[in-house]
Each structure stands twice: as structure tokens, then as C-alpha cells.
């Protein structure tokens, strides 16, 4: 079900753990779905130099998490901005087609954790990280919970109608 | 690496002394049990001899057995059979919310149809309550569908207690038992049963054979029509060398019964206390000691995700089971996990060991050994093991 590099990334993660004094810290997810991610950035001159990652979560959760560690660290904000959903299910030789829908939230978490850095610049963040809730559509499967359960939703639509939602 | 396979509620291997049994009715002795020519009359011995064995291991008349595809085609043939052949009475059905989808899916299918169908909820163990059936019996009830034990939790209910009600009451009662028979005593006269669904391949046994008892009376309409085959209620040629199979598996059950049941009781006991009294912010899910199923161990594990669990041991050489969602295929978590009253975020973190005939004392004392490490590793990983941490709550 899993190819080789999702269970590698799985068995033996990169740059797992809580990063002291981080820039930024982006958190999606939702226990009651089943995935929580917590990604951290340090930034110097508009580079992300280190990132860690903490994830409660499937398999393909936790090997999307230490994916975009790799596929982030040394770029410019901008270019890691710009990494979606796909490119880390590319970078894992891909993913089975319902965790494209559930568990694939560590691009979100990226995009959370530079907005988080963002928002501190301008003096807007509390430092306690910027949680985004892609739970739109397991909203729809959970009755609301999601919804109720994180009045700090920022993106509305985050969850992006990634493939096989609806089907 | 010996790989110690603890899924046996999801099915088991076949034991050697059934294969061995099975091997002449798929060589020499492969005749259409319907056919009264030599190959064919032997075959109809083999296949009335298999029923009479394992009637009489539940207490039934050789007659009273019909012999299915699988499990949930017996749970299938009993629910749509007793409704269509009942249809006069009424349209009423009464059944668990922690039914297996062998006859909860079949409920609702037939709540789509038109049937009103009514779910009992269960407590924190799992038990459903035997007064809430009575409550929920009405003049149009044409069935009671409670399962003899939970494939999940392990939760053995009350099933005589309904049995005996369901008599009183004049409405029919049927019993998934496809996990309990070979592991738990089944008598169908004491118990008061009209219908119960059983299967081959949880009790060492091939799969693709399953039985439905169905007391005389009960017999539900066929939902197969064809040649007649089991006195008309399942048409179909018979899989004989199956049935055989099937037969031989319960008499192996049978004889070493007391033994292997026992032995399972203490294997799963040494898993509960183990794994409970060495992880912290672990529970067991469904009861302990007799009302559990004697080989099923469940476990809630906080702050970290089944599928997770699963895989690390996968590869650390066990094979268990989650009701997590992750593994399911769907977006929902286990249905039994949430009806006791887990919230969605602790049915994610749930972990199921089933043991077998060959599970040994070593194999669980190695799982006791690598369990509290894995989980250890996984809330390490997990932010909300840092955040209760931080709260202070571990």
C-alpha cells in the first residue's frame, strides 16, 4: 500500500522534534481526524535554514511531515511557499489515493508555519504558531467537529478538494 | 525473524489436520453432492456427516444447518430471509450499534428499503442492555439481531438473557456467533437461538465456507435461488471439501477446547496487565475476565495513532489490527470504538491483538518488550504528547 520512500520517511524520519526559539510555527490538523502536524521554521535572510516537524498521525502523515523537512530546508520563503501537496506526494514516489485526502496536510502545515513567521514580523502573531484547519471536508464526514473545535481557522478553504474528496 | 501473527479475529491459517482432511475432496473425492451416481453419494456422505458434527457442537438437529459462502453471507441470509418470509407481520428489526457490517450494513440496507430498524446502544464495556430490547420490541418486530460476541472489544453479550427474552416475547433471535464459535460454548437449545451465523476461517478452517443455524420454523426465504441445494434455502453446489474442512476444524476445537481456551486466557491476560500496567496512559477497551473473548486484547492508546502502532510493529514482526480510521479505507474511526463512548481522537489510537493456536508465551513476552518502545517513538513524534506534557496531565 505504502511505496518504499513512505515507509523509510515512516520508519526513520527527518528532522523530527520541537525546535526551541523557532521563527515560525505552522499547526494543522485535527485530533479527531486522526492528524495533527506541528512544522518549525528558523529563518535567516528570507531562508529557511532549519525546520523540525512534530506529527500525530498515519503512516503516510508522518512521512509526508519528514518530506517537506528535505524539500524545504535552504530555500528561500517564497520557493517553499510554492511547494504544494502533490510535490511532496511526488517526492514519496506518491501516496494511496485516500491519504491524498487525509493525511497529506505537511505542505499546509509549511505554508501555516511561513505565514506564522510573517505575521511575527509585522508584530500580529502571539508566538504561539498560526493553526490552519484543512478540515473542510472532514468537516462534511465529522458532523462540524472540526469546525466547532478550532475557532483559529484561518483558511477557510484549505483543504484544497484534494482528489477522491466526494467520490 | 519469527513473525508472530496476533490478527486471528481477522481470519487464521488453515490447521494442517484440516488441510489434511480437505485434500481428498479436492483430488479424488470431488463429486456433486446432488448427483446420485458413486462420486456423488460420496460426496452427500461427507458433506451430511460434516453437518451432523457440527450440529452437534451447538446443540442443533443436522437438519437445522445450512452451509453458506462465508459469514456475512449466513448474516445476510438471516436478516433478509427472516424479513422477507415475516413481511406480513411487519417490517421491524431490532440490532446493536456495534454490529459487525455483516448485519449492520444489511440493517441499514434494509432501512433504505423501507424497514424501520432500531440500533441499541451499548454501555462503556459494551454490553447492550437486555431490558433496552424489551423496550424496543414491538407487535411489528419480526427480528432480534444481537451479536454473540464484538469482533473489536470482545465484549460477550448477554445473548441467553436475550435469547430467552426474544422467546417470551414470540419474535426471533438471531446471533452473529463468528467469533465466538470454537471459542466460546454454544448451545442453541439453552441459549434460545432461532438463527445463528458461523464461519470456517476464524476457527482454523478454510475460508469461503460459513453456516447459518436456522431452528426449525425459522428457516428464512432464500436469497440464492437455483437447484434446491440445502433444502432449498442456499442453492449453490455444495463446496464439500470446504465443509469438511469446516467440520474437521471444529472437531479439532472441540476436543482440545477447555485447553486452548485456557491457554488463551492467560496469553490475553499477561497482553492486559502487561501492556497496562507498563505504558502509561493506556486502557483496555471492553470488559476483563469471562465477558471478554477469551483470546481478544484491545488497547487505547493516548496521543498516538493506530495506523502508526500498526506499522511499527508490522515491522517489528506483529501483526495486529487498529480501529483506527487510518487503516480502514475511511474517514471514520471504529463504530464499536465510538458507541462506548471514545471520543473520535482516542479511537484513532486504539490497537487489537488477536491470538492463535500457535501464539506462544514468547511471542507475547517479545510484544511486551517492543510495544512500550514503539509507542515511546510515536509520542516522541507526536505534538500532542509535548502539549499534555506541557499541561502538566503526563
Not at chain 1, 503516510?60 to 510554492?82: N, V, W
Request: net charge negative; glycine share 12%.
Amino acid at each position: 500500500m505504502y511505496t518504499e520512500k513512505v515507509k523509510q520517511h515512516f520508519m526513520n524520519p527527518h528532522n523530527m522534534g520541537e525546535m526551541a526559539d523557532a521563527d515560525g510555527v505552522g499547526i494543522v490538523g485535527n485530533p479527531v481526524c486522526g492528524d495533527v502536524m506541528k512544522i518549525f521554521i528558523r529563518v535567516r535572510d528570507g531562508v529557511i535554514t532549519d525546520i523540525t516537524f512534530q506529527t500525530f498521525g498515519c503512516a503516510a502523515a508522518i512521512a509526508t511531515s519528514s518530506m517537506i523537512t528535505d524539500l524545504a530546508k535552504g530555500k528561500t520563503l517564497d520557493e517553499a511557499l510554492k511547494i504544494s501537496r502533490n510535490d511532496v506526494a511526488d517526492a514519496l514516489d506518491g501516496l494511496p489515493r485516500i491519504k491524498m485526502h487525509c493525511s497529506n496536510l505537511a505542505a499546509d502545515g509549511l505554508q501555516a508555519a511561513i505565514e506564522d513567521f510573517r505575521r511575527r514580523e509585522r508584530g500580529e502573531s502571539t508566538g504561539e504558531g498560526t493553526q490552519t484547519t484543512p478540515c473542510d471536508s472532514c468537516a462534511a464526514h465529522l458532523a462540524g467537529e472540526c469546525d466547532t473545535q478550532h475557532p483559529g481557522d484561518v483558511h477557510g478553504d484549505g483543504h484544497g478538494g484534494g482528489p477522491g474528496h466526494g467520490a | 525473524m519469527d513473525i508472530a501473527y496476533f490478527d486471528n479475529a481477522a481470519t487464521t491459517r488453515v490447521d494442517p489436520r484440516v488441510v489434511e482432511a480437505m485434500q481428498p475432496f479436492l483430488t479424488e473425492r470431488y463429486g456433486n453432492a446432488s448427483e446420485p451416481h458413486a462420486k456423488g453419494l460420496d460426496a452427500r456422505d461427507a458433506l451430511e456427516e460434516a453437518r451432523a458434527s457440527i450440529a452437534s457442537f451447538i446443540g442443533a438437529q443436522p437438519e437445522e444447518l445450512i452451509f453458506t459462502g462465508c459469514g456475512t453471507e449466513s448474516d445476510n441470509l438471516a436478516i433478509k430471509g427472516t424479513v422477507h418470509r415475516l413481511r406480513e407481520k411487519g417490517r421491524h428489526i431490532i440490532t446493536s450499534q456495534i454490529e459487525h457490517p455483516a448485519v449492520y450494513e444489511t440493517a441499514r440496507h434494509l432501512e433504505a428499503e423501507g424497514c424501520e430498524v432500531t440500533y441499541l446502544p451499548v454501555d462503556k464495556e459494551g454490553f447492550v442492555d437486555v431490558a433496552k430490547v424489551d423496550e424496543a420490541i414491538r407487535p411489528t418486530t419480526v427480528l432480534v439481531s444481537v451479536m454473540h460476541a464484538n469482533n473489536e472489544i470482545g465484549t460477550i453479550e448477554p445473548v441467553a438473557e436475550i435469547g430467552a427474552l426474544c422467546r417470551e416475547r414470540g419474535v426471533l433471535f438471531h446471533t452473529d456467533a463468528v467469533q465466538t464459535l470454537g471459542k466460546v460454548p454454544i448451545d442453541v437449545e439453552s441459549m434460545n437461538i432461532d438463527l445463528l451465523a458461523g464461519s470456517g476461517h476464524k476457527v482454523y478452517g478454510p475460508k469461503g465456507v460459513g453456516l447459518l443455524y436456522a431452528r426449525k420454523g425459522a428457516r428464512p426465504s432464500p436469497l440464492l435461488h437455483g437447484g434446491g441445494h440445502e433444502g432449498g434455502t442456499r442453492s449453490g453446489t455444495e463446496n464439500v471439501a470446504g465443509i469438511v474442512g469446516f467440520a474437521k476444524a471444529i472437531e479439532v476445537m472441540r476436543d482440545g477446547f477447555d485447553e486452548e481456551v485456557a491457554r488463551y486466557r492467560r496469553l490475553r491476560d499477561a497482553l492486559i496487565d502487561g501492556v497496562t500496567g507498563t505504558i502509561p496512559h493506556t486502557y483496555l477497551n471492553g470488559p476483563r475476565g469471562e465477558r471478554r473473548l477469551p483470546h481478544n486484547a484491545h488497547f487505547g492508546v493516548r496521543y498516538v495513532e493506530g495506523e502508526s502502532m500498526l506499522l511499527r510493529l508490522d515491522a517489528e514482526g506483529f501483526e495486529v489490527s487498529t480501529g483506527s480510521a487510518c487503516s480502514s479505507g475511511s474517514l471514520e474511526p471504529s463504530r464499536t470504538l465510538l458507541a462506548i463512548g471514545l471520543k473520535h481522537e482516542e479511537a484513532h489510537g486504539s490497537v487489537r491483538i488477536s491470538l492463535g493456536r500457535w501464539s506462544t508465551v514468547e511471542q507475547v513476552e517479545r510484544f511486551l518488550d517492543t510495544f512500550p518502545r514503539v509507542v515511546e517513538q510515536l509520542r516522541a513524534m507526536s505534538p500532542l504528547w509535548s502539549e499534555a506534557k506541557a499541561r502538566g496531565e503526563v
